[in-house]
């Protein structure tokens, strides 16, 4: 993790935190082997200690459970589909998302996602989609959106989306 992906820390506080990187950068082992393994919700707890780079020494956890990672795939927004599958700079597309339980942690003024990217541009719902834009849990809706000026949808440029909970799982 980098200092770019630190989120909402209050080091004065004592808490830091950090978006956490996909379950394939944490255990080498893709989705699909844990779909293998677990019937129904897949979560684990993984436990992270961190170094502090002014002296090397070790931060201490505060309670048993303030260093610990919780996934649960429950809470794992699905990109199912974009529509159209090949769109060029400015089009107008539709990202079908199943958002899982991830909208129980948007809160009510929130954008229903961080941000949608295809290669380096953020898309934008201006005037498509409302903040408040929410769907049902466990059902692909979609998620309309213009893309950048430089950008394009192919197989070979797939998005990048983030929800409050994490990175989209693409099926």
Not at 158 to 164: A, G, K, N, R
Request: glycine fraction near 8%; aromatic fraction near 12%; include cysteine.
């Amino acid at each position: 993790m980098i200092e770019s992906d630190n989120g909402d820390s209050n080091t004065l506080g004592g808490t830091i935190a950090y978006t956490i990187p996909g379950i394939q950068e944490l255990t080498g082992e893709t989705i699909d082997h844990f779909e293998s393994l677990f019937d129904g919700d897949i979560q684990f707890r993984m436990q992270v200690s961190v170094e502090n780079n002014d002296n090397g020494n070790m931060l201490e956890c505060t309670s048993s459970t303030a260093c610990d990672i919780v996934y649960r795939y429950l809470y794992t927004p699905q990109l199912f589909d974009v529509i159209p599958n090949h769109a060029w700079a400015g089009a107008k597309v539709n990202f079908m998302i199943n958002p899982a339980a991830s909208r129980n942690q948007i809160e009510a003024d929130d954008p229903p996602y961080e941000y949608i990217k295809v290669g380096n541009e953020k898309v934008d719902y201006t005037g498509l989609m409302e903040t408040t834009y929410r769907t049902g849990h466990y059902r692909v809706s979609p998620y309309p959106a213009y893309l950048g000026a430089e950008t394009k949808v192919s197989l070979n440029s797939p998005p990048t989306i983030e929800f409050y909970v994490g990175l989209t799982k693409v099926r």
